[in-house]
C-alpha cells in the first residue's frame, strides 16, 4: 500500500461529516412506515433500538480500524483470514457496495419522479446523478469528506425547521398507546430499522485515511447519535402528524409530509422544491460515500496505483444495477434484502475478523 500524505487524509470531523451524510439517505424517507407496520404507535422506539444496536455494531467496525490504522478491509481480511477466504470477502464488499450505490441512485429517481420530474425518464436521472458522483469522486477522500462537512449543515438545518412547523397542527396522542406492543415483537421490529443506519461499513475502506484512527470510537458516537435523533425526530413529527394509520400505507410518508406543512407567514405556498433539493443533497452524498467505498474495494482488491480509472469502469455497472427493479415496490424490497446483507457485511464479517485477529495475535499497534 502506498504511504499516504496530508492531502489523502481526512480530519475527525470531517469523518464525522462523511458518516452522517453517507448514512443519512434513503432509509429516512421509509423508515415512518417500517416502524409504523412493525410497532404501531411505539414505532418510535424502534429507532432507540436501531440506534442503539447500530452503534453496538459499528464498535466492531471501529475495533478493526484501531488494531489495523494503515490497512483496509481488502488487506486485514487476507492477514487474518488468508487470500483464500480473504479474496472472496473482498468480491463480496465491492458487489455490496456496488449494490447498494444502485439502489440509492434508484430510489432517488424514484422519489424525483413522484414528487417533482413526473415525465422525466428514470434512466435520465439516474445517470445525471451518476456523472455527477463520478466527477466529485475523482477528485478523491479529502474534497469528498470537505463536501460532507459543508453540506451537513445545509442540509439537516433546514429539514428541521421545516418538520418543526407541522408541530402546532401535530396530534401526539397518535404515540399513544406506549409500550402497547409486545417485547418480542419490539426485539423483531428493531431490524425493520437496521437497514437505515447503514454507511457506518464505509470505514471498512477508509479507515487508513483517518489522521486520527485513534478516535474513531467517539466518531461514531458522534455520527450514529446524531442520526438517531434525526430519525426519532422525523417519525414522531411524522406520526404526530398523519396518524400512524395513514403512516402504514404511505410509500414515502417523510416526504408526503412535506405536502401538507406550510411556512409560517405564508411565506411559501408549499414547501415541494425545498424538500426535493435537501434530498437530492441527501442522496448524492449517500451515493458518494457507497461509490467511493466500493471503488477503494476493487482498486486495493487488484492493487492498483491510481482508483479513477476504476470509477469509471464501474459506472455502467452501478447503472445496469439501478433499473433493474421493476417498480417501487421492487425497489423497497432490493433495499430490505440489502439491509439483511448488510448485517452480514458490517457486523458478522467484521466480528468474526476481529475475533481471529484477537486469537492469532494479528494487527498493528492502535494508533
Known amino acids: 500500500m502506498k504511504v499516504l500524505t496530508n492531502n489523502d487524509r481526512i480530519t475527525v470531523p470531517q469523518t464525522v461529516a462523511l458518516l452522517i451524510t453517507t448514512i443519512l439517505g ?9 416502524v409504523a407496520n412493525a410497532a404501531g404507535s411505539d414505532g418510535w422506539l424502534l429507532v ?8 453496538v455494531s459499528s ?28 479474496y472472496p470477502l473482498g468480491i463480496i464488499l465491492i458487489l455490496y457496495f456496488t449494490i447498494l450505490t444502485a439502489l440509492t441512485v434508484r430510489v432517488f429517481s424514484e422519489v424525483m419522479n413522484a414528487f417533482m420530474l413526473i415525465s422525466t425518464p428514470r434512466g435520465f436521472i439516474i445517470f445525471t446523478m451518476l456523472l455527477l458522483s463520478v466527477y466529485i469522486l475523482r477528485h478523491g ?13 445545509i442540509l439537516i438545518v433546514p429539514v428541521v ?7 402546532p397542527r401535530a396530534d401526539f396522542s397518535e404515540l399513544l398507546p406506549f409500550l402497547n406492543t409486545p417485547v418480542k415483537t419490539l426485539a423483531l421490529g428493531t431490524f425493520q430499522t437496521v437497514y437505515s443506519f447503514f454507511g457506518f461499513e464505509v470505514l471498512l475502506m477508509v479507515g487508513p485515511y483517518i489522521r486520527s484512527p485513534g478516535r474513531v470510537l467517539w466518531i461514531l458516537l458522534v455520527a450514529i447519535g446524531s442520526i438517531t435523533l434525526i430519525y426519532l425526530f422525523v417519525v414522531i413529527i411524522v406520526f404526530a402528524s398523519i396518524g400512524v394509520e395513514d403512516t402504514r400505507i404511505l410509500l414515502w410518508p417523510s416526504m408526503s409530509i412535506i405536502r401538507t406543512i406550510m411556512a409560517p407567514g405564508g411565506i411559501f405556498e408549499r414547501l415541494d422544491a425545498l424538500a426535493m433539493a435537501l434530498w ?20 486495493h482488491l487488484t492493487k492498483a496505483k491510481e482508483f479513477k480509472f476504476f470509477i469509471t469502469i464501474m459506472l455502467p455497472w452501478v ?8 417498480n417501487p415496490l421492487d425497489t423497497i424490497r432490493w433495499m430490505q434484502v440489502a439491509g439483511v446483507v448488510g448485517i452480514m457485511i458490517a457486523v458478522i464479517i467484521p466480528a468474526v475478523i476481529l475475533m481471529v485477529s484477537i486469537v492469532r495475535n494479528k494487527g498493528g499497534k492502535t494508533a
Open 26 to 34: 434513503t432509509g429516512i424517507l421509509s423508515l415512518p412506515r417500517n
Open 161 to 167: 425547521a421545516m418538520y418543526l412547523t407541522a408541530i
Open 48 to 55: 432507540l433500538s436501531g440506534g442503539v444496536f447500530a452503534f
Open 319 to 326: 447503472y445496469l444495477i439501478s433499473i433493474i427493479p421493476e
Open 280 to 299: 437530492t443533497i441527501a442522496a448524492f452524498t449517500t451515493i458518494n460515500g457507497m461509490y467511493y467505498a466500493g471503488t477503494l474495494a476493487v482498486t
Open 59 to 86: 464498535l466492531i467496525v471501529g475495533a478493526l480500524v484501531k488494531k489495523f490504522p494503515q490497512d483496509t478491509f481488502i488487506e486485514y481480511s487476507q492477514k487474518v483470514l488468508g487470500k483464500i477466504l480473504g
Open 141 to 153: 477522500i479529502e474534497p469528498i469528506a470537505r463536501i460532507g462537512e459543508i453540506l451537513l449543515p
